[in-house]
T-cell receptor, first 116, second 109 residues
Framework: EPEVTQTPSHQVTQMGQEVILRCVPI?????FYWYRQILGQKVEFLVS????????KSEIFDDQFSVERPDGSNFTLKIRSTKLEDSAMYFC??????????????FGSGTRLTVV | GQSLEQPSEVTAVEGAIVQINCTYQ??????LSWYQQHDGGAPTFLSY????GLEETGRFSSFLSRSDSYGYLLLQELQMKDSASYFC??????????FGAGTRLFVKA
């Protein structure tokens, strides 16, 4: 079964450092997303990406965040200057269609980011 | 604002039926999804309702009433492995789906 692959599974970084989280979405999917989940809390929308540009972003996704699809397969989330409160599990997801039909989103297994 | 409300915890016995409710208030609504998440795992898509009524997928069913801004997930013949968090999620149109805070289901023997 096709899956979304995320690397690394764990990342520890010092406050103020830049991190890049990587994702390989399902190959025939056209819509890509980043979500985050602080431990024990809900899954929060960060950004969606379609046709090589951001289609929607949340208030969490401020200037320190950026996304990129550098080639035909990878989808990355960059956090420029990490803060302690950025510590969370970051999930990449992809979908075949923009609106959720009966396919839903396929999530990757996540990257646990710890900022120290 | 946009919000989805669901109970924080539900406990049920193995073999029983449990219903997890979700009420929503969103600007723009295309449908209600349900996801399962085991501890340390990724959310896994369970079902989606775009129209009013019941959708059945094996032991899981999901219901939507647009007029009441309400939906539920029904789990039948509960098994221990169903112990997980369950999230309702609303597609608000276009490129964004927002999640409720999740309901933690405990299945007891």
């Amino acid at each position: 079964e096709p899956e979304v692959t995320q690397t690394p599974s764990h990342q520890v970084t010092q406050m103020g450092q830049e991190v890049i989280l990587r994702c390989v979405p399902i190959s025939n999917h056209l819509y890509f997303y980043w979500y985050r989940q602080i431990l024990g809390q809900k899954v929060e929308f960060l950004v969606s990406f379609y046709n090589n540009e951001i289609s929607e972003k949340s208030e969490i996704f401020d200037d320190q965040f950026s996304v990129e699809r550098p080639d035909g397969s990878n989808f990355t989330l960059k956090i420029r200057s990490t803060k302690l409160e950025d510590s969370a599990m970051y999930f990449c997801a992809s979908s075949e269609k923009g609106q959720v039909h009966n396919y839903g989103y396929t999530f990757g297994s996540g990257t646990r980011l710890t900022v120290v | 604002g946009q919000s989805l409300e669901q109970p924080s915890e539900v406990t049920a016995v193995e073999g029983a039926i449990v219903q997890i409710n979700c009420t929503y208030q969103t600007s723009g609504f295309y449908g209600l999804s349900w996801y399962q998440q085991h501890d340390g795992g990724a959310p896994t898509f369970l079902s989606y309702n775009a129209l009013d009524g019941l959708e059945e997928t094996g032991r899981f069913s999901s219901f939507l009433s647009r007029s009441d801004s309400y939906g539920y997930l029904l789990l039948q013949e509960l098994q221990m492995k169903d112990s997980a968090s369950y999230f309702c999620a609303s597609n608000t149109g276009g490129f964004k789906t927002i999640f409720g805070a999740g309901t933690r289901l405990f299945v007891k023997a």
